[in-house]
Protein backbone atom coordinates (compact mmCIF):
# COMPACT_ATOMS: atom_id res chain seq x y z
CA UNK A 1 0.00 0.00 0.00
CA UNK A 2 1.48 3.38 -0.81
CA UNK A 3 1.40 6.55 1.39
CA UNK A 4 1.30 9.82 -1.05
CA UNK A 5 2.46 12.56 0.69
CA UNK A 6 1.62 16.01 -0.70
CA UNK A 7 4.23 18.98 -0.78
CA UNK A 8 1.60 21.35 0.90
CA UNK A 9 1.44 21.34 4.47
CA UNK A 10 -1.03 21.58 6.81
CA UNK A 11 0.09 23.97 10.27
CA UNK A 12 -1.11 24.10 13.38
CA UNK A 13 -0.30 26.63 16.05
CA UNK A 14 -0.17 24.76 19.46
CA UNK A 15 -2.71 26.65 21.65
CA UNK A 16 -0.73 26.53 25.13
CA UNK A 17 2.82 26.69 23.78
CA UNK A 18 2.30 28.85 20.83
CA UNK A 19 4.55 26.40 18.66
CA UNK A 20 3.67 25.77 14.88
CA UNK A 21 3.61 22.51 13.46
CA UNK A 22 2.90 21.66 9.85
CA UNK A 23 1.94 18.44 8.75
CA UNK A 24 2.02 16.34 5.27
CA UNK A 25 -0.84 16.45 3.31
CA UNK A 26 -2.08 12.56 2.72
CA UNK A 27 -3.95 11.26 -0.28
CA UNK A 28 -6.62 8.57 0.79
CA UNK A 29 -5.12 5.28 0.36
CA UNK A 30 -6.98 2.61 -1.92
CA UNK A 31 -8.54 0.02 0.61
CA UNK A 32 -8.78 -3.23 -1.76
CA UNK A 33 -7.97 -6.10 0.47
CA UNK A 34 -4.76 -7.65 -2.12
CA UNK A 35 -2.56 -10.73 -1.38
CA UNK A 36 0.48 -8.23 -0.11
CA UNK A 37 -2.15 -6.67 2.34
CA UNK A 38 -3.27 -10.75 3.56
CA UNK A 39 0.70 -11.11 4.21
CA UNK A 40 1.72 -8.24 6.10
CA UNK A 41 -1.40 -8.32 8.26
CA UNK A 42 -1.41 -12.48 8.76
CA UNK A 43 0.46 -12.26 12.15
CA UNK A 44 -2.34 -9.70 13.23
CA UNK A 45 -5.02 -12.22 12.49
CA UNK A 46 -3.36 -14.82 14.46
CA UNK A 47 -4.26 -12.73 17.45
CA UNK A 48 -7.65 -12.16 16.71
CA UNK A 49 -8.52 -14.68 14.81
CA UNK A 50 -10.56 -16.57 18.19
CA UNK A 51 -13.13 -13.15 17.70
CA UNK A 52 -12.98 -12.25 14.24
CA UNK A 53 -14.03 -14.68 11.92
CA UNK A 54 -11.65 -14.98 8.79
CA UNK A 55 -15.02 -13.95 6.42
CA UNK A 56 -14.49 -10.50 8.28
CA UNK A 57 -10.64 -9.61 7.90
CA UNK A 58 -10.48 -8.84 4.37
CA UNK A 59 -12.84 -5.69 5.38
CA UNK A 60 -10.77 -4.43 8.45
CA UNK A 61 -6.95 -5.51 6.85
CA UNK A 62 -6.35 -2.73 4.48
CA UNK A 63 -7.90 -0.22 7.03
CA UNK A 64 -5.31 -1.78 9.78
CA UNK A 65 -2.29 -2.16 7.29
CA UNK A 66 -3.29 1.81 6.43
CA UNK A 67 -2.93 2.82 9.60
CA UNK A 68 0.10 1.43 11.11
CA UNK A 69 1.39 3.14 7.43
CA UNK A 70 0.61 6.17 8.46
CA UNK A 71 2.12 5.84 12.25
CA UNK A 72 5.64 5.53 10.78
CA UNK A 73 4.42 8.78 8.57
CA UNK A 74 3.31 10.64 11.07
CA UNK A 75 5.55 9.90 13.84
CA UNK A 76 2.42 9.18 15.77
CA UNK A 77 1.96 6.46 18.47
CA UNK A 78 -1.65 4.28 19.23
CA UNK A 79 -2.40 4.65 22.95
CA UNK A 80 -5.43 2.27 23.34
CA UNK A 81 -8.05 1.47 26.65
CA UNK A 82 -8.09 -1.88 27.75
CA UNK A 83 -11.81 -1.96 26.48
CA UNK A 84 -11.13 -1.16 22.47
CA UNK A 85 -12.18 -3.47 20.03
CA UNK A 86 -10.09 -6.45 19.42
CA UNK A 87 -8.86 -5.33 15.91
CA UNK A 88 -7.71 -2.20 17.28
CA UNK A 89 -6.08 -3.31 20.87
CA UNK A 90 -4.39 -6.01 19.14
CA UNK A 91 -3.99 -4.67 14.99
CA UNK A 92 -2.98 -0.83 15.50
CA UNK A 93 -1.89 0.26 19.06
CA UNK A 94 1.04 0.83 20.30
CA UNK A 95 0.71 0.64 23.85
CA UNK A 96 -2.64 -0.53 26.03
CA UNK A 97 -3.31 -0.44 29.14
CA UNK A 98 -5.40 0.45 31.79
CA UNK A 99 -6.32 4.42 32.72
CA UNK A 100 -3.38 4.68 34.94
CA UNK A 101 -0.47 2.87 32.38
CA UNK A 102 -1.85 4.90 29.83
CA UNK A 103 -1.49 8.17 31.54
CA UNK A 104 2.50 6.76 32.36
CA UNK A 105 3.09 6.12 29.06
CA UNK A 106 1.70 9.27 27.43
CA UNK A 107 4.30 11.33 29.55
CA UNK A 108 6.85 8.86 28.34
CA UNK A 109 6.66 9.09 24.37
CA UNK A 110 8.83 10.70 22.35
CA UNK A 111 6.12 10.39 18.96
CA UNK A 112 5.09 14.11 17.92
CA UNK A 113 1.31 12.73 17.70
CA UNK A 114 -0.71 10.42 20.38
CA UNK A 115 -3.92 9.01 18.66
CA UNK A 116 -5.55 8.36 21.83
CA UNK A 117 -8.03 5.00 21.46
CA UNK A 118 -10.62 5.38 24.86
CA UNK A 119 -12.82 8.17 26.05
CA UNK A 120 -12.39 11.76 25.88
CA UNK A 121 -11.28 12.24 29.50
CA UNK A 122 -8.20 10.08 28.57
CA UNK A 123 -7.38 11.88 25.60
CA UNK A 124 -7.55 15.22 27.72
CA UNK A 125 -4.92 13.00 30.32
CA UNK A 126 -2.60 12.07 27.26
CA UNK A 127 -2.53 16.54 26.51
CA UNK A 128 -2.08 17.24 29.87
CA UNK A 129 1.20 15.38 30.07
CA UNK A 130 1.79 16.45 26.31
CA UNK A 131 1.24 19.63 25.74
CA UNK A 132 3.58 20.44 22.92
CA UNK A 133 2.29 17.14 21.27
CA UNK A 134 -0.80 16.89 19.41
CA UNK A 135 -3.06 14.55 21.11
CA UNK A 136 -5.91 13.54 18.20
CA UNK A 137 -9.12 11.30 19.28
CA UNK A 138 -10.95 9.57 16.45
CA UNK A 139 -14.24 10.74 18.14
CA UNK A 140 -14.61 13.49 20.56
CA UNK A 141 -18.53 12.74 21.48
CA UNK A 142 -16.92 9.58 23.49
CA UNK A 143 -17.73 10.49 26.50
CA UNK A 144 -17.83 8.96 30.07
CA UNK A 145 -20.96 9.17 32.72
CA UNK A 146 -18.62 9.73 35.28
CA UNK A 147 -17.10 12.92 33.65
CA UNK A 148 -20.78 13.80 32.78
CA UNK A 149 -21.61 13.56 36.43
CA UNK A 150 -19.68 16.47 37.95
CA UNK A 151 -18.45 20.21 36.85
CA UNK A 152 -16.03 22.42 38.40
CA UNK A 153 -18.32 24.26 40.19
CA UNK A 154 -19.50 21.26 41.82
CA UNK A 155 -16.03 21.32 43.64
CA UNK A 156 -15.56 24.53 44.23
CA UNK A 157 -18.93 23.60 46.21
CA UNK A 158 -17.61 20.65 48.36
CA UNK A 159 -14.64 23.06 49.32
CA UNK A 160 -16.31 25.47 50.68
CA UNK A 161 -18.41 22.79 52.43
CA UNK A 162 -15.00 20.91 53.81
CA UNK A 163 -12.81 23.05 54.26
CA UNK A 164 -9.17 22.26 54.15
CA UNK A 165 -10.20 18.52 53.78
CA UNK A 166 -8.33 17.57 50.53
CA UNK A 167 -10.10 16.94 47.02
CA UNK A 168 -8.74 13.39 45.10
CA UNK A 169 -10.70 13.42 41.56
CA UNK A 170 -10.82 10.60 39.66
CA UNK A 171 -9.01 10.68 36.15
CA UNK A 172 -13.13 9.89 34.57
CA UNK A 173 -13.14 13.97 34.84
CA UNK A 174 -13.20 16.48 32.48
CA UNK A 175 -9.92 18.86 32.66
CA UNK A 176 -11.96 21.69 34.63
CA UNK A 177 -12.69 19.26 37.11
CA UNK A 178 -9.03 17.99 37.74
CA UNK A 179 -8.23 22.09 38.28
CA UNK A 180 -10.09 22.12 40.91
CA UNK A 181 -8.42 18.82 42.99
CA UNK A 182 -5.40 18.42 44.52
CA UNK A 183 -4.19 15.00 43.19
CA UNK A 184 -6.00 12.42 40.71
CA UNK A 185 -6.16 8.73 41.47
CA UNK A 186 -7.21 5.81 39.06
CA UNK A 187 -9.15 2.67 40.12
CA UNK A 188 -5.60 1.00 40.44
CA UNK A 189 -3.76 3.78 43.02
CA UNK A 190 -7.54 5.02 44.65
CA UNK A 191 -6.35 3.67 47.94
CA UNK A 192 -3.18 4.56 47.71
CA UNK A 193 -3.53 7.99 46.99
CA UNK A 194 -6.50 8.60 49.52
CA UNK A 195 -4.12 7.33 51.98
CA UNK A 196 -0.75 9.46 51.07
CA UNK A 197 -2.35 12.47 52.88
CA UNK A 198 -2.13 11.15 56.28
CA UNK A 199 -5.80 13.06 57.49
CA UNK A 200 -8.29 10.89 58.41
CA UNK A 201 -11.40 12.33 55.88
CA UNK A 202 -10.76 12.65 52.04
CA UNK A 203 -13.39 13.84 49.19
CA UNK A 204 -12.73 10.99 46.37
CA UNK A 205 -14.91 11.98 43.47
CA UNK A 206 -17.65 11.33 41.31
CA UNK A 207 -17.48 7.82 41.51
CA UNK A 208 -19.75 7.11 44.76
CA UNK A 209 -19.15 3.42 44.38
CA UNK A 210 -15.78 3.22 43.49
CA UNK A 211 -15.50 5.37 46.88
CA UNK A 212 -17.68 3.29 48.98
CA UNK A 213 -15.04 0.30 48.02
CA UNK A 214 -12.43 2.40 48.77
CA UNK A 215 -13.82 3.09 51.98
CA UNK A 216 -14.17 -0.41 52.84
CA UNK A 217 -10.53 -0.85 52.52
CA UNK A 218 -9.39 1.73 54.45
CA UNK A 219 -9.37 3.47 58.07
CA UNK A 220 -9.43 6.90 56.19
CA UNK A 221 -13.21 8.64 56.28
CA UNK A 222 -14.56 8.87 52.88
CA UNK A 223 -17.06 11.90 51.27
CA UNK A 224 -18.07 11.66 47.73
CA UNK A 225 -20.30 12.12 45.16
CA UNK A 226 -23.59 10.70 43.10
CA UNK A 227 -21.29 9.69 39.85
CA UNK A 228 -21.73 5.95 38.82
CA UNK A 229 -20.84 4.03 35.88
CA UNK A 230 -23.30 3.39 33.56
CA UNK A 231 -22.02 0.14 32.70
CA UNK A 232 -20.92 -1.31 35.99
CA UNK A 233 -23.87 -0.07 37.80
CA UNK A 234 -26.10 -2.73 35.34
CA UNK A 235 -24.31 -5.41 37.32
CA UNK A 236 -26.16 -6.90 40.37
CA UNK A 237 -24.78 -9.45 42.90
CA UNK A 238 -28.15 -11.52 42.39
CA UNK A 239 -27.24 -11.84 38.64
CA UNK A 240 -23.75 -12.97 39.08
CA UNK A 241 -24.56 -15.30 42.36
CA UNK A 242 -27.12 -16.92 39.38
CA UNK A 243 -24.22 -17.23 37.24
CA UNK A 244 -21.83 -18.92 40.01
CA UNK A 245 -24.48 -21.60 40.90
CA UNK A 246 -24.60 -22.48 37.30
CA UNK A 247 -21.06 -22.40 36.56
CA UNK A 248 -19.27 -24.41 39.44
CA UNK A 249 -15.76 -23.05 39.90
CA UNK A 250 -16.19 -19.57 37.76
CA UNK A 251 -14.28 -16.91 39.38
CA UNK A 252 -15.90 -13.36 39.67
CA UNK A 253 -13.62 -10.69 38.46
CA UNK A 254 -15.03 -6.96 39.13
CA UNK A 255 -14.21 -3.82 38.35
CA UNK A 256 -14.18 -1.40 41.52
CA UNK A 257 -16.94 0.89 39.74
CA UNK A 258 -19.00 -1.77 40.51
CA UNK A 259 -21.67 -1.55 43.34
CA UNK A 260 -20.16 -2.90 46.70
CA UNK A 261 -23.02 -5.54 46.69
CA UNK A 262 -21.15 -6.72 43.73
CA UNK A 263 -17.31 -6.58 44.87
CA UNK A 264 -18.88 -8.40 48.17
CA UNK A 265 -19.46 -11.68 45.86
CA UNK A 266 -16.40 -11.11 43.71
CA UNK A 267 -13.15 -13.37 44.16
CA UNK A 268 -11.04 -10.21 43.14
CA UNK A 269 -11.69 -6.85 42.46
CA UNK A 270 -9.03 -4.17 40.42
CA UNK A 271 -8.29 -2.01 37.53
CA UNK A 272 -8.64 -3.13 33.93
CA UNK A 273 -5.69 -4.33 34.05
CA UNK A 274 -5.23 -5.82 37.50
CA UNK A 275 -7.98 -8.07 36.43
CA UNK A 276 -5.94 -8.66 33.06
CA UNK A 277 -3.25 -9.99 34.90
CA UNK A 278 -5.12 -11.94 37.52
CA UNK A 279 -6.87 -13.82 34.64
CA UNK A 280 -3.49 -14.37 33.29
CA UNK A 281 -1.45 -15.43 36.44
CA UNK A 282 -4.46 -17.95 37.83
CA UNK A 283 -5.59 -19.55 34.63
CA UNK A 284 -9.03 -19.66 36.49
CA UNK A 285 -11.12 -22.93 34.31
CA UNK A 286 -13.99 -20.25 34.13
CA UNK A 287 -14.06 -16.04 34.64
CA UNK A 288 -16.55 -13.83 34.33
CA UNK A 289 -15.27 -9.91 34.34
CA UNK A 290 -17.54 -7.54 35.20
CA UNK A 291 -16.70 -5.00 33.28
CA UNK A 292 -17.01 -3.92 29.14
CA UNK A 293 -17.49 -6.53 26.89
CA UNK A 294 -14.34 -6.34 24.75
CA UNK A 295 -11.99 -6.85 27.46
CA UNK A 296 -12.89 -10.94 27.51
CA UNK A 297 -12.84 -10.45 23.90
CA UNK A 298 -9.04 -8.59 24.56
CA UNK A 299 -7.62 -11.56 25.84
CA UNK A 300 -9.26 -14.73 25.39
CA UNK A 301 -6.51 -16.01 23.11
CA UNK A 302 -3.82 -15.35 25.42
CA UNK A 303 -5.85 -17.33 27.95
CA UNK A 304 -6.67 -20.41 26.71
CA UNK A 305 -6.62 -22.58 29.92
CA UNK A 306 -9.68 -19.74 30.68
CA UNK A 307 -13.40 -19.91 29.43
CA UNK A 308 -14.74 -16.37 29.71
CA UNK A 309 -18.42 -16.81 30.67
CA UNK A 310 -21.15 -14.03 30.03
CA UNK A 311 -22.51 -11.40 31.11
CA UNK A 312 -20.86 -7.97 29.96
CA UNK A 313 -22.24 -4.86 29.38
CA UNK A 314 -20.55 -2.31 26.10
CA UNK A 315 -19.61 1.00 26.84
CA UNK A 316 -21.31 2.87 24.07
CA UNK A 317 -18.52 5.84 24.41
CA UNK A 318 -15.43 3.52 23.82
CA UNK A 319 -17.52 2.04 21.36
CA UNK A 320 -17.52 5.22 19.07
CA UNK A 321 -13.94 4.10 18.45
CA UNK A 322 -13.63 2.80 14.96
CA UNK A 323 -10.95 1.50 12.49
CA UNK A 324 -12.02 3.86 10.04
CA UNK A 325 -12.40 6.60 12.81
CA UNK A 326 -8.49 6.39 13.44
CA UNK A 327 -7.43 6.15 9.69
CA UNK A 328 -9.87 8.95 9.28
CA UNK A 329 -7.87 11.15 12.12
CA UNK A 330 -4.27 9.80 10.94
CA UNK A 331 -5.12 11.43 7.57
CA UNK A 332 -6.89 15.19 8.76
CA UNK A 333 -5.16 15.09 11.98
CA UNK A 334 -8.47 15.55 13.68
CA UNK A 335 -9.90 15.75 16.28
CA UNK A 336 -7.34 17.63 17.93
CA UNK A 337 -7.59 17.67 21.76
CA UNK A 338 -6.91 21.23 23.25
CA UNK A 339 -7.47 22.41 26.75
CA UNK A 340 -7.94 26.07 27.61
CA UNK A 341 -3.89 26.77 29.12
CA UNK A 342 -5.43 28.59 32.51
CA UNK A 343 -6.77 25.50 33.26
CA UNK A 344 -3.89 22.72 31.80
CA UNK A 345 -1.49 23.83 33.97
CA UNK A 346 -3.51 23.03 37.32
CA UNK A 347 -5.21 19.81 36.06
CA UNK A 348 -1.51 18.44 34.97
CA UNK A 349 -0.83 19.47 38.49
CA UNK A 350 -2.89 17.30 39.84
CA UNK A 351 -2.07 14.68 37.56
CA UNK A 352 1.37 14.59 37.51
CA UNK A 353 1.27 14.31 41.34
CA UNK A 354 -0.26 10.84 41.24
CA UNK A 355 1.50 9.79 38.43
CA UNK A 356 4.97 10.49 40.67
CA UNK A 357 3.65 8.65 43.60
CA UNK A 358 5.80 5.65 44.24
CA UNK A 359 4.03 2.58 43.06
P1 LIG B 1 -9.32 1.50 34.42
O1 LIG B 1 -8.55 2.68 34.92
O2 LIG B 1 -9.39 0.40 35.43
O3 LIG B 1 -8.77 1.05 33.12
O4 LIG B 1 -10.83 1.94 34.20
C1 LIG B 1 -11.21 2.95 33.35
C2 LIG B 1 -12.64 2.94 33.07
O5 LIG B 1 -13.18 3.81 32.46
C3 LIG B 1 -13.40 1.79 33.57
O6 LIG B 1 -14.72 1.95 33.26
FE1 LIG C 1 -16.96 5.87 31.62
FE2 LIG C 1 -18.05 3.60 32.45
FE3 LIG C 1 -17.45 3.89 29.85
FE4 LIG C 1 -15.49 3.60 31.71
S1 LIG C 1 -17.03 2.11 31.12
S2 LIG C 1 -15.55 5.10 30.05
S3 LIG C 1 -16.39 4.71 33.46
S4 LIG C 1 -18.97 5.10 31.03
Same mark, same amino acid.
Not at 68 to 82: F, M, P, Q, S
Not at 109 to 124: K, N
Not at 214 to 229: F, K, L, Q
Not at 312 to 316: D, G, H, I, R, V
Given at each position: MEIVIDRRAKTERRAETGRARKYPVIARPDLTYTPEIAAATAHLYEKVKHVIPAIEWPALAPTIKAI??? !????????? &??????PEIYHGVADIVGDSLALAREAAR =?? &????? +?? @? *????? /? #????MNPDKTVLIPDSRAGCSLAESITAADVRLLRQRYPGVPVVTYVNTSAEVKAESDIC? #???? &?? +?VVESFGVDRVILIPDEYLAKN????? %??? $? $? =??? @? %??EVHERFTAEELLEYRDAHPGMEIIAHPECSPDVVAVADFTGSTSAMI??? !?????? !???? *?TECSMASNIAGESPDTQFVAP?????HMQRITLGGILESLLTM?? /?? #? $?DPAVASRARRAVERMVNLQS
Open positions: NDL !KKVRNAVII &AHNYQV =TD &ADVIV +QC @G *VHFMA /E #TSKLC #TSAN &AR +QVAAET %HVR $I $I =TWH @G %HCNYV !KSRKPP !KALL *VCNLCPSE /EV #T $I
